[in-house]
């Protein structure tokens, strides 16, 4: 069993920065996929990006390319979404999540989820 937490939302202007970290508990981390999804408000949860278990392949949603980092740390267990430039429509709550088979792409089936972090940015 693993246990995902997300941490590092808040409220910032548009245009600023937020780093999000999930810290996740159990062994062999480095083989997980892991990802951030999203969900705002009346809306479905959206992928944003992944990267496999060895840090090398990244994945991220078009809408976030070139604003948005993924990067894991694998002696730490934990994941970070680096965030630039935000936008207000980047507004969501944030949830990290893991595969065992290490997948890290929008149709992987994830098996594990946070509990989510408010990201909220303001115009």
């Known amino acids: 069993q693993v246990q995902l937490v997300e941490s590092g939302g808040g409220l910032v202007q548009a245009g600023g920065s937020l780093r999000l970290s999930c810290a996740a508990s159990?062994?062999?981390?480095?083989?997980?996929?892991m990802a951030w999804f999203r969900q705002a408000p009346g809306k479905e949860r959206e992928f944003v990006a992944g990267?496999?278990?060895?840090?090398?392949?990244?994945y991220y949603t078009d809408s976030v390319k070139g604003r948005f980092t993924i990067s894991r740390d694998n002696a730490k267990n934990t994941v970070y979404l680096q965030m630039n430039s935000l936008k207000p429509e980047d507004t969501a709550v944030y949830y990290c999540?893991?595969?065992?088979?290490?997948?890290?792409?929008?149709?992987?089936?994830?098996?594990?989820w946070g509990q989510g972090t408010q990201v909220t940015v303001s115009s």
């Open positions: 159990g062994r062999a981390f480095s083989y997980y996929g």
């Open positions: 999540a893991a595969d065992r088979t290490g997948g890290y792409t929008p149709r992987v089936e994830y098996d594990y």
């Open positions: 990267i496999n278990g060895g840090g090398g392949t990244r």
